[in-house]
Every structure is written in C-alpha cells, then in structure tokens.
C-alpha cells in the first residue's frame, strides 16, 4: 500500500447538544479530517484533538503542524505493507497519538477499502453488532439531567455515564439512582479530583456505579492505586492509558480495573489492539471510549469495538445526539435494544457527504509525493 497524496481539512460542526465536562462546556467541534488517496481509492481519519488542550496536550494546530511536517513526509510515497506497520515507522516522533491515530486510521480505511474489506475484518472483529451506551455531560440543573438520562434510557441505551465535577457529583449520582433504580450507571470525572478527595469519591462506592472513569489526574498513577484500595467500586482509566506501557504500569500497580480505549489518545488501531490484548490477558474488561466524534470517526469507533475484550457497552451513540446533519448518510442510528450494527461496506463503510465536508471547512492543504 502506498498513500500518494494526503490532505487535510479542518472542519467545524455545531453541536446538537453543549456538552459539559470538568473541563469546560463546548457547543461545537472543530477537527481535523485526513484524507489519503493511493491506487485511486480513498481512505479517511478523524483526528480526536480538540481546539483547545484539556483532554489531552494535543491541539488542532499542533497535530496540523505534525502531521503536515513530520507525519506527511514519512508516509507519502512510501510503500507500507500493512497499515499495522505505520505507528512504529512514525516511532522518531514522540507522543502527538491523535496526529498519529489520525493518519493511521486513513491508512486502514485505505487498506481495507482496497482490500474489499469491511474495516472490521481487517481490525480482527467478531461481532456485527456493537452495545451502545450515553456520555451525559453536566446539566444546569439536577431536573435537566432527570430529563436526559430519562430520554436515553427510553431510546434504549444499555449505560448511563455521568459526568462528574466538584459540586456535581455524589447528589447527581444519588437523583439518578433514586429515580432510575438498579439501571448500568458510571461515572466520569475527567482527572477533577485529588488523592485527597478520597472521602468524597469514597461516597460513591454507596451507590453501586459500575466503574469511577478518571478521578484523578491525567499522569497519576500511584494516586489512583492508592485510591482504588479505599474504593470498592472499579477505577477506569482513560486520559492515564496514553500508551500500552502506561497501561502496563497500571495494572502492575492495580491502578484501574477496567480500561477505555480511544484509538486518538493511543496513537491509532495497532496500539489499541495491543492495548485490548494486554487487558485480555489480564482479565480486565475494556469499552471503547468516545470524543464527540462526526459518523466518519464514529464508524472507526464502532469498528475497533468488534474486537472480544470490548465486553462493555462504549461510548458510541446515534449521530443524532451529536450533529444534525451528520457527516455521513444514513446516520449512525441505534436500535430499541442499544445496539449499533456494523458499517457492512468496504473500510469505514460509511458514505460521507462531500458536500457537508466542504460545507464545514474553515482550511484544508494537501501534501503529495514531490516529483523529481
Ligand atoms: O472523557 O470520555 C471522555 C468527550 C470528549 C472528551 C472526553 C470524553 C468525552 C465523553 C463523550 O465522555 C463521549 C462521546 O459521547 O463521544
Ligand atoms: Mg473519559
């Protein structure tokens, strides 16, 4: 496989619903789409790098500026036998895993689109059918979140999450519980809190929360091993697993007993699946997380979740809850039950719509195999 030119696009969507995490509330998505061309067949990546850096150190414009100087010229012209291959021949250039994921993911959807193969058989899926469960961001009020996860759970999502900050989190969980029962309920605090919260993260445990995503901070690992001896309920860990070595160091250290995956904060599939495999072999279960993804990362996501260890319902939910229209056409859409079914087609398997592509670009430059 070869990738003869590469091209990026940085769109913007407005979101369906704000979304409000301990980190801030955004009301539209502005990303990077990668688009690679190769033997004339096209393959597509979305890059999970927010405008701003507070899920993580990327940004658009530093993984704009990696790719475009970095990544670009080490994968065009090129010939790559497998797009498993990519993240190690990027390995000179340190951290940047969304720049990375981002390319890779156009990669596999190039391979597989040549290969005549749903990215799922190529991935090492098996299943067509993936569970789906809700991120619900922070609400005014403890009524508007009622409201929501009452919605969500009447569409038939199988998992409600929670976001989680100081002054929203114990009487959130506690409304929730009292109206709603034994429903699958988690919560996800995006690294708000400190070792010495522990009184106050220790309340949850009342509540029987099917796992705490991210109490602590981003780089913490000891503090969340030591949390995670005060707390009956199981730390997952999302913004620490930034590389299948830190995974390694958390479950030596039984940091977290449960993992997300998103391929962006991993640096694409291949570690993802070493990732998943590494929890496979340790007994601890994963899910696929979510970053507010359009239907062309959200395929991606629905893709990888096909993988054996993906035991818990991810964070992958209709577009109709993010953007109104999405990027691709039909829609993702999720059934009675919550479940999502697999794109069937060639790669991501999924029809994107130029023309809402073009409709959302703010700046876009291609990059090609300098001719001698
Ligand atoms: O921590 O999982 C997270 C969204 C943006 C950044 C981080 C996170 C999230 C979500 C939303 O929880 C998941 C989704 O619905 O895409
Ligand atoms: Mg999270």
């Known amino acids: 496989m070869k990738i003869e030119r590469l091209e990026l696009a940085l ?4 979101l369906v619903h704000f979304f409000e995490t301990s980190f801030g509330r955004v009301h539209d998505k502005t990303f990077i789409l990668v688009r690679v061309d190769g033997d004339g067949v096209t393959g597509y990546g979305e890059c999970v790098a927010d405008a701003n850096p507070f899920y993580s150190a990327e940004t658009n414009e ?3 500026q990696i790719i475009s100087g ?3 010229p ?3 012209g090129v010939d790559v036998e497998h797009p498993r291959d990519l993240f190690q021949a990027l390995g000179a250039i340190r951290g940047h895993q969304m720049a990375k994921a981002a390319v890779e993911m156009a990669a596999w959807d190039l391979y597989a689109r040549q290969q005549d193969l749903p990215l799922w058989r190529v991935l090492g899926g098996v299943r067509d059918r993936i569970a789906s469960g809700v991120s619900i961001g922070i609400q005014d009020s403890l009524d508007q979140l009622i409201a929501r996860v009452e919605r969500e759970l009447a569409a038939g999502y199988r998992r409600i999450k929670i976001k989680i900050k100081h002054g929203w989190d114990v009487e959130a969980v506690a409304a929730v519980r009292r109206r709603f029962g034994s429903i699958a309920l988690m919560v996800d605090a995006n690294g708000a809190y400190r070792v010495s919260d522990g009184d106050r993260l220790a309340e949850l445990d009342a509540y029987d929360l099917m796992m705490i995503e991210q109490p ?3 780089d913490d690992l000891l503090d969340h091993a030591a949390l995670q001896k005060r707390l009956r309920t199981p730390i997952c860990l999302d913004e ?3 590389s299948v070595n830190a995974a ?3 479950l030596a250290l039984d940091a977290c007993r449960i993992v997300n995956i ?3 904060r991993m640096g694409g599939f291949t570690e993802s699946i070493r990732l998943h495999d590494l929890c496979a072999a340790n007994g601890i279960p994963v899910w696929h997380g979510g970053m507010l993804e359009s239907g062309i990362g959200r395929a991606a996501n629905i893709h990888l979740s096909t993988l054996p260890n993906f035991t818990l319902p991810g964070d992958i939910a209709a577009s109709e809850r993010y953007f109104n229209p999405d990027l691709i056409e039909p829609p993702i859409q999720v059934s009675s039950t919550g479940t999502i079914a697999v794109p069937t087609g060639p790669g991501l398997g999924v029809d994107i719509r130029q023309d809402r592509v073009d409709a959302a670009t703010l700046r876009r430059e291609s990059f090609e195999v300098a001719h001698a």
């Not at 769109?11 to 407005?14: S, T, V, Y």
């Open 262 to 264: 998103k391929p962006g």
């Open 248 to 250: 390694r160091e958390a």
């Open 62 to 64: 530093s993984a704009w």
């Open 240 to 242: 620490s697993i930034k």
């Open 70 to 72: 970095f990544i670009a």
């Open 74 to 76: 080490r994968v065009i």
């Open 216 to 218: 602590l901070d981003y």
């Open 11 to 14: 769109l913007r969507l407005p």
